[in-house]
C-alpha cells in the first residue's frame, strides 16, 4: 500500500507542477516587453464567477488495501488475519486494470472574497474484469481453522460520495478541500480450495472521504479538474453460512482523477479570455452520448438447444451506454480524440443464438453493473491536396472547420475500423437507426475487435476526385472469439494475429441524386481452425467438434459490395452484399460466409416531421457447407451453436424501426424484427423481437 500511496503522491506532484507551471507561462506572456510603449491600456477583464450547479464525468486510477480477519465461530479456535492490495495494473489489449469512470453533480457559490463553498456528488464504476475475474478488487489466501484452505476475494462494483468543497479561486483557477460520506458496493467471495464451494454475498460499505484538488475552466461552460481522494471505510463482519466461515474487514481506496464538469448559466466568455487557458476553448471539443435499449422477445417453437441457443422460452434485456467525445487539436490538421465510456446490460441470451445478432447496442460481453471502458483514443492527421473546399460541421469525433476535397488522412491509434471502412448513410448507426448486425455492417465483414469491437490499428485514407482509397493494418483478438475462447475477447498484445482491409469508394450521381459504392476486402492472418480438421477430430474421438484444439495459422479472406443512393430528399436506399471463406472459422464478428441485404431510409418530411425516420430492411445470411458440418457435430461458433444442425436453412432477418425525434438532441425508437431459422436452424423459430430506444447527442 506504500509503494501505491507514493505512487500517487508523485503522480499529483507531477501535475501540481505542471499547473504552476502553466501560469507562469501565461503570466510570462502577459509582461509588457521593456521599452515598448503601449498603444491603449488593456483590457478590463471579469474574473471567472464558479457559483453554479453543473454536471459532469470523471476518469481515474485507484489503489487500496483491506485488512481482514476470519473468525471462527467455533469458541477456542485460532483467528485468522491478512490483507489484500486492490490494485491491478492497466492492460490496455484487455481494457482491465484498476481504472474508473464516472459522473458527478454539485453547486458551488462564491463569496465576494472569492471563497468558493459547494456541495457535489458523485458515482464511479470500475473497468470490466480481466480474464481472471479482477477489476477494482483484491484476493488474499490463507489457512482457516474451519475450512482449510480458501481464497477471498472484494471487489468494488460500485463506489461514490456525498461532499462538501470549500475553496479559494485566485483568478482563473479553484483550489480547493473536500470531504465527507462516502459509500461502497463490494461483492465478497470467498472460495474453499479443497471443493471449489464458494459464497458471494454482496456489502454496503459507508465511510468517510477527504481530498483535494485544483479546477480551472477550459472552454464556455466547461471547466477541467485534478482530484486525489481518500475513502475509508470501518470494519464490517460478513457470514458464509454454508461454508461456516465468518470474516470481518474494512476498506480503503486512494483515487486520482482528471474530470470535466458542465456549468449551467451564461458561458462567461470574457472571463475564459483572460484564463491563462483561452487558446484551449479554441482547440478543445467536447460532445456526450447516452442510449438505452430495451429489447425482448416471446417463446416460440424450440424442439431442442444448444450452448449457443436463442433461448425458446422468451426473453428480454436491456442495454445502456454513455460516452465522453473529448477532442484536442494539438496542431494543423490533427485531431486527437479520447472516448471514455460507461457500459452496462447484456445482450438476449448473452449474445448468443441469432448469426444476424438483433442488437448491435450489445457486445460480446456484458455485466449486471455499470463499468468503465475507454473505447477509443485516436490520432486523426487531415492533409489538404487541393480541390474544393469543403465546410464540415462540429460532431463526435469531428471539429468544425473546413477541408479540400482532395486530401489525404492518416487515423492511428484505438478505434474501430467500421468508424472508416463499410460505412452507410442509411444504416451504420445502431443508436439511431437499424440495430441487426448484419444491417449495420456486412455479415461477412470480419473485422478485428475485441469483444466490443474495437481495435489498434492505423489506417490511411485517400480522397481524388470521385474516388476514395482506403487501407489499414490491425490487430486481432489474442484467440477468434468461436469455441468457447476464453481470450476471445480481448486483444493480442503480440500482433502476430494482424487483419489487412483495404477499400475503394466510388461517388456519383444518379438521375442528379447522390450515391456511393463501396468494395471492402480483408485478410485475417493468425492461429484459426479450419472445419474440416474439427470435424475428423471429432469423428475420431467420438466427441463434439472442437475448432479450439486444431487451430493453425491460417488465412481468411473476404469481401463486400456497399451501396448507398438518395431517391430524393427524404427517401434514400441501400444494399450490401458479401462472402468470406467458409473453410476457416470467422474471427471476431459473427458466423456469416454469405450475405445479402437492403433497404429503405425515408424521413418525415411529408407528415411534417422532417427530424423522423422511418427504415425497413431485409438480410439473408448463410454459411458453407462444410461450416454447416462443423455445427452439426456439435460445434459452436462465436455467436451460434445448437448442438446439432440438421436441418439447415438460411437466415433470414426482416427489421423496421421508427425514430421519433422528441427534441433535437433526443430521439425515441421503436424497432421490429422478424428471424426465420435463427442459427441456421429451421427446426427453430421463427422469433418475433421487439425493442425500444432512447438516444440523447449534444
Not at 414 to 443: E, M, Q
Not at 455 to 484: H, N
Not at 638 to 656: C, F, P, R, S, V
Amino acid at each position: 500500500m506504500a509503494k501505491h500511496t507514493e505512487t500517487i503522491l508523485r503522480v499529483l506532484g507531477c501535475v501540481a507542477a505542471a499547473c504552476l507551471a502553466t501560469v507562469r507561462c501565461g503570466h510570462a506572456a502577459d509582461m509588457p516587453v521593456a521599452g515598448a510603449m503601449p498603444l491603449k491600456a488593456p483590457p478590463v477583464s471579469q474574473a471567472y464567477d464558479w457559483s453554479g450547479f453543473y454536471v459532469g464525468g470523471h476518469i481515474g486510477y485507484a489503489a487500496g488495501n483491506s485488512d481482514w480477519t476470519a473468525n471462527p465461530p467455533q469458541a477456542g479456535l485460532p483467528a485468522t488475519a491478512g490483507t489484500l492490495s486492490v490494485f491491478l495494473p492497466l492492460n490496455s489489449f484487455f481494457e482491465s486494470g484498476s481504472f474508473l469512470a464516472g459522473v458527478q453533480t454539485g453547486y458551488n457559490y462564491m463569496l465576494s472574497n472569492r471563497v468558493v463553498i459547494g456541495v457535489e456528488a458523485d458515482a464511479s464504476f470500475p473497468a470490466f474484469p480481466n480474464a481472471d475475474g479482477l477489476s477494482m478488487s483484491g484476493s488474499s489466501s490463507f489457512n482457516s481453522a474451519v475450512i482449510g484452505a480458501a481464497t477471498l476475494r472484494e471487489t468494488a462494483l460500485s463506489f461514490g460520495t456525498v461532499r462538501g468543497r470549500v475553496g479559494y479561486a485566485p483568478g482563473s483557477w479553484l483550489f480547493y478541500a473536500t470531504g465527507g460520506l462516502a459509500w461502497t458496493y463490494d461483492q465478497q467471495t470467498l472460495t474453499q480450495a479443497a471443493s471449489g464451494s464458494s459464497e458471494a454475498p454482496l456489502l454496503w460499505r459507508f465511510g468517510w472521504a477527504a481530498g483535494a484538488g485544483v479546477e480551472v475552466p477550459v472552454a464556455p461552460n466547461w471547466s477541467a479538474k485534478a482530484e486525489y481522494l481518500w475513502t475509508g471505510y470501518p470494519t464490517a463482519g460478513v457470514a458464509y453460512p454454508f461454508l461456516g466461515q465468518r470474516i470481518s474487514s474494512d476498506f480503503l481506496l486512494q483515487e486520482l482523477r482528471l474530470g470535466l464538469n458542465y456549468r449551467f448559466g451564461p458561458s462567461q466568455t470574457s472571463a475564459i479570455a483572460a484564463s491563462p487557458f483561452a487558446p484551449l476553448a479554441d482547440i478543445v471539443s467536447l460532445h456526450g452520448q447516452a442510449t438505452v435499449v430495451d429489447q425482448g422477445y416471446p417463446s416460440f417453437r424450440s424442439p431442442y438447444a444448444g450452448a449457443n441457443s436463442l433461448s425458446g422460452g422468451g426473453q428480454n434485456r436491456e442495454t445502456f451506454d454513455a460516452t465522453l467525445f473529448a477532442g484536442l487539436r494539438p496542431w494543423q490538421g490533427a485531431e486527437f480524440w479520447a472516448n471514455p465510456e460507461i457500459d452496462q446490460g447484456f445482450g438476449l441470451n448473452n449474445t448468443h443464438g441469432v448469426a444476424g445478432f438483433l442488437s448491435a447496442e450489445a457486445y460480446k460481453l456484458g455485466d449486471t453493473y455499470p463499468y468503465a471502458r475507454v473505447q477509443r483514443a485516436f490520432l486523426r492527421q487531415t492533409i489538404n491536396l487541393g480541390g474544393d473546399t469543403e465546410k464540415v460541421d462540429a460532431d463526435i469525433n469531428q471539429f468544425a472547420g473546413s477541408r479540400s476535397s482532395d486530401r489525404l488522412v492518416l487515423t492511428v491509434g484505438r478505434f474501430a475500423i467500421v468508424d472508416i471502412f463499410d460505412t452507410n448513410k442509411y444504416a451504420n448507426n445502431p443508436k439511431t437507426d437499424f440495430l441487426n448486425w448484419s444491417l449495420v455492417n456486412a455479415g461477412t465483414f470480419d473485422y478485428a475487435g475485441d469483444g466490443w469491437g474495437y481495435t489498434y490499428g492505423a489506417a490511411a485514407e485517400w480522397y481524388q476526385g470521385r474516388w476514395t482509397l482506403r487501407a489499414g493494418a490491425f490487430d486481432l483478438s489474442a484467440t477468434p472469439a468461436g469455441g468457447m475462447s476464453p481470450l476471445g475477447y480481448g486483444l493480442d498484445s503480440t500482433f502476430q494475429q494482424f487483419q489487412m482491409v483495404a477499400e475503394i469508394e466510388e461517388r456519383h450521381e444518379l438521375w442528379g441524386q447522390p450515391g456511393k459504392l463501396k468494395i471492402t476486402g480483408f485478410l485475417s492472418r493468425g492461429d484459426a481452425g479450419d472445419f474440416s480438421d474439427a470435424i475428423a477430430l471429432a469423428q475420431a474421438t467420438g466427441l463434439p467438434a472442437d475448432i479450439n484444439a486444431v487451430r493453425s495459422y491460417n488465412s481468411r479472406p473476404g469481401i463486400s459490395v456497399n451501396l448507398e443512393q438518395q431517391v430524393t430528399a427524404t427517401l434514400g436506399v441501400f444494399a450490401r452484399a458479401g462472402w468470406a471463406d467458409g473453410n476457416i472459422e470467422p474471427w471476431d464478428f459473427t458466423d456469416v460466409d454469405r450475405t445479402i441485404s437492403g433497404g429503405i431510409s425515408l424521413t418525415g418530411k411529408s407528415w411534417g416531421r422532417p427530424d423522423d425516420t422511418i427504415g425497413v430492411a431485409g438480410v439473408i445470411n448463410g454459411i458453407s457447407s462444410v461450416h454447416v458440418a462443423f455445427l452439426n457435430a456439435g460445434g459452436l461458433g462465436i455467436l451460434i451453436g445448437d448442438g446439432q444442425l440438421t436441418n439447415y436453412g438460411l437466415e433470414k432477418i426482416l427489421e423496421a424501426y421508427y425514430s421519433y425525434a422528441l427534441t433535437p438532441s433526443t430521439r425515441l425508437s421503436l424497432d421490429y424484427q422478424f428471424v426465420g431459422n435463427p442459427g441456421y436452424n429451421a427446426d427453430r423459430g421463427p422469433v418475433n423481437v421487439f425493442a425500444a430506444r432512447i438516444h440523447w447527442q449534444s
